[in-house]
């Protein structure tokens, strides 16, 4: 693919989303305000409201922590025992090699590169492929990322023999009965399939920032055995989260009808996209109700085309043909529609 102004700013786009000082400086002359596209968040967000302001005076007390991570226990439908809040998904994904302390990992793939980064940084042997290899290689952990980033495959009841397995839920709020977290840590006595031997040997992480589209909040959450939740916990101190996460958590986490809603209108927005992509040349391959995974021939080209009407998308540095869309706000689809049939030319 063909990559814009230098490597350092291609490389910004590789890495994953968001990049928008690196898309100014690459394309100085493109339209603003940017429509960012490149992540998989919800472009209408929770209505969350703000922490009180003295709230913000003081530091979080355990018991606001606790009251967070019991009603999100309750949106998973897991025991708050098995629950600790982090500071985002991200933080607490990189913990994880640190703390389980496994010599190699086998990463189903292709997925987010933060999990291969983590393990490699922690000094483990990496390995890479699909859910069938990764699941009878003679790694000590196996990461799925489930649904997964970016071609949204899913794996039903994913199971390892003795080993560590990391499930990363980030967008399983868009397909709740994937998770496995209420079969595994529906009670603080772990019961029914799976049994306590496998509970005890998986780590399942959660998202709040993608699904109620406030990633600034940094707000995640691991959902373990309660002595491994806690351990992974203490990694981030005694305030691992900020007021303002705490009071946009307590919010969302009890509010069942915005959730139900919000996922009917992902779907028909992703169904939209599939349509608009599929119109302007591009063929759909996969993805999740927050973001679409496409594929065309000069998808470089297109990237480029994109990005100087102002259209920023997600780039992949082994799949030249791949562009991955996130979903545009209401007021942005033709915007998007006309960016797209430009791009053609």
Same mark, same amino acid.
């Given at each position: 693919?063909? !990559? ?20 100014? *400086? !690459? ?47 309750? !949106? ?48 483990? $042997? ?36 003795? $080993? ?25 006595? @772990? @019961? ?20 109620? *589209? ?8 691991? %959902? ?7 351990? %992974? ?65 000069? !998808?470089?080209? $297109? ?43």
């Amino acid at each position: 693919m063909s !990559a814009p102004g230098s490597d350092r700013e291609a490389g910004a786009f590789l890495r994953h989303g968001g990049r928008l000082a690196a898309a100014r *400086g !690459a394309f100085p002359d493109a339209p603003a305000p940017w429509l960012d596209l490149s992540t998989g968040i919800n472009p209408r967000p929770y209505p969350a409201r703000r922490a009180d302001p003295a709230a913000l005076r003081r530091l979080p007390d355990p018991e606001e922590v606790a009251a967070l991570e019991a009603a999100a226990a309750a !949106a998973f439908g897991v025991s708050p025992d098995r629950v600790a809040a982090t500071p985002g998904t991200e933080a607490a994904l990189r913990a994880l090699p640190r703390v389980l302390g496994a010599r190699s990992a086998a990463i189903v793939s292709p997925t987010y590169g933060g999990h291969a980064e983590a393990w490699r940084l922690a000094g483990a $042997r990496v390995s890479h492929g699909p859910w069938d290899e990764a699941r009878h290689s003679a790694a000590e952990a196996v990461v799925l990322v489930n649904p997964n980033n970016p071609d949204g495959a899913q794996v039903r009841g994913p199971d390892v023999s003795d $080993r560590w397995l990391i499930v990363d839920e980030a967008f399983v709020e868009t397909v709740p009965e994937l998770s496995v977290a209420p079969r595994l840590f529906s009670s603080p006595v @772990t @019961t029914g399939e799976g049994g306590g031997r496998r509970a005890g040997r998986t780590v399942v992480l959660r998202s709040f920032g993608k699904f109620y *589209g406030l990633p600034g909040v940094r707000l995640g959450f691991v %959902i373990a055995e309660p002595g491994l939740a806690g351990r %992974i916990g203490a990694q981030f101190g005694d305030w691992p989260v900020s007021a303002e996460a705490i009071a946009a958590g307590l919010a969302a986490y009890t509010d069942d009808a915005w959730r139900e809603r919000t996922r009917l209108r992902l779907a028909r927005d992703a169904a939209r996209l599939d349509a608009l992509l599929g119109a302007n040349g591009f063929e759909v391959l996969g993805g999740t109700s927050l973001f679409r995974l496409a594929a065309a021939p000069d !998808a470089g080209r $297109r990237f480029e085309a994109l990005a100087r009407r102002g259209v920023l998308t997600r780039p992949f540095p082994d799949q030249p043909t791949w562009l991955r869309f996130g979903l545009p706000k209401p007021k942005d689809w033709p915007r998007l529609k006309a960016a797209l049939e430009g791009s053609r030319r």
